[in-house]
């Protein structure tokens, strides 16, 4: 099996060494068991359209704290489909767990998986690296976060990150609808909207600024984001 000759695979995961197929039988067993004993959530990833597994990837809640991790076969790197799995798991941890955040762990050597999480919406949290334990030995990781993006008003401090949305939306879209004609004008708008009460706006925030919408109490509606446009009313 390709994933039990991988020289790292084996040494973090319950693959075995040169594993075989009654081995690779055991393994999603055990998976199955976890699942059933409400430790996590294993996945496999797949290419459907060959009907051929490529990895795994599993929200895991044997931790205080709950984490996801991922791997896949030599042969299904470098195509971005850990970043998507490890995005749609963790949406799904968000819309039907219910969790307002989730932790990938990392070896500090592995810049690949590094790149996965960040690609992914994951940040790496600033402090020293976190021993955790497999089998016995103990390794240093690095901690990557993602919090589920929550919608609150919008605050003086926050205008430095809302300038960099509104500098990204102007200079990728010059030609979509903005309610001002420059961004200063918009961040001047925006400081003094925080004590108007016919208009205001909100932004979107994962742990950092990624979006911003304003309404009126006309009920016309517009937004500056360097993710989306939206127009509504």
Not at 58 to 75: E, H, I
Not at 190 to 202: C, F, K
């Amino acid at each position: 099996m390709e994933v039990g000759r991988d020289p790292y695979i084996p040494q973090f995961t319950r693959v075995q060494p040169n594993c075989n197929a009654a081995q690779a039988r055991e393994l999603i067993e055990f998976l199955q068991w976890r699942a059933e004993a409400g430790e996590g959530y294993p996945f496999a990833i797949a290419d459907k359209s060959a009907n051929r597994a490529l990895g795994q990837i599993g929200l895991w809640l044997v931790d205080p704290r709950p984490f996801a991790g991922y791997w896949l076969a030599p042969s299904a790197r470098g195509r971005g489909a850990a970043a998507r799995c490890l995005d749609v798991v963790t949406r799904w941890a968000f819309a039907e767990l219910g969790f307002l955040e989730l932790r990938v762990f990392i070896e500090p050597w592995n810049v690949a998986s590094m790149r996965t999480a960040e690609k992914a919406g994951y940040k790496r949290v600033d402090g020293p690296l976190k021993p955790r334990d497999f089998n016995g030995e103990s390794r240093d990781h690095c901690e990557y976060l993602r919090r589920m993006p929550v919608v609150r008003d919008l605050r003086l401090e926050d205008l430095p990150a809302v300038r960099e949305i509104l500098e990204t939306w102007m200079r990728d879209k010059p030609g979509a609808p903005v309610r001002h004609d420059n961004v200063e004008q918009g961040l001047t708008a925006m400081a003094r909207s925080i004590e108007a009460p016919d208009v205001g706006y909100v932004v979107i925030d994962d742990g950092s600024v990624t979006g911003v919408a304003g309404f009126a109490t006309t009920g016309i509606a517009f937004q500056h984001s360097g993710i989306r446009s939206l127009e509504f009313t």
